[in-house]
């Protein structure tokens, strides 16, 4: 972690979780960013190293983290745009591009349908209520995880082993039966190392 920074407005942690390197750009963006920064390197799994990403920013003062992944380029000013819209109840999400099951790109920002599959939304702007969406972009607050059960993350598997949901499908599901909102900003959609050159 860097050194903390007198910033107005509410303090932000930056958290970048990643088993080897750090896509280049991504590097850059976070060298640009005015908040400071943690890296989580761990060659655990995914849900693990995102349990570590919040105990760590637990053990700060910060109000807020924000969540980004290692192949990730948010935009420039996401989490500033993300804090003026900030609510008590809201999680904030900037989502980043990734492809749907048909090879289209789509925002990782999710519908789950009655049947409990989940629909992405195509949107490129507006901000929209979600019931789900990637980990990466996503500004909490620090309540969030406080008042919740541990572990925040969990790849729940079934009698038979297989998996059931991804460790951040089952923290947005959590989320939401304990009354926060989820809303994307698809305004602020971030690229992503697997979508950069479509």
Known sequence: ?????????????????????????????????RYEVDIVQLPYTIAH????????FLATKHEYIFIVDADVLPQPDT?????SHRGA????????????GKGQVCVMAYHQRPDG????????????????????????????????ERPWFVT????????ETTEDMYFWRKRRES???????????????KTMLV
């Open 156 to 163: 729940p598997h079934d009698e038979e082993g297989k998996l």
């Open 1 to 33: 972690m860097t050194s903390d920074c007198t910033i107005p407005g509410p303090s932000v942690l930056i958290s970048c979780i990643t088993r080897e390197s750090i896509h280049a750009q991504t590097a850059q963006w976070l060298a640009n960013q």
């Open 79 to 83: 989490i500033e745009r993300l804090l």
């Open 179 to 193: 009354g926060w909102r989820i809303k994307a900003h698809c305004e602020l959609v971030a690229d992503h190392a």
């Open 49 to 56: 190293n995102r349990n570590v990403q919040v105990e760590r």
């Open 117 to 148: 599959m989940y629909d992405p939304i195509y949107a490129r702007s507006g901000v929209h209520n979600v019931d789900a969406a990637g980990m990466s972009g996503a500004l909490i607050q620090r309540r969030v995880f406080e008042g919740a």
């Open 89 to 100: 109840q809201d999680i904030l999400v900037a989502p980043c591009l990734t492809f749907d």
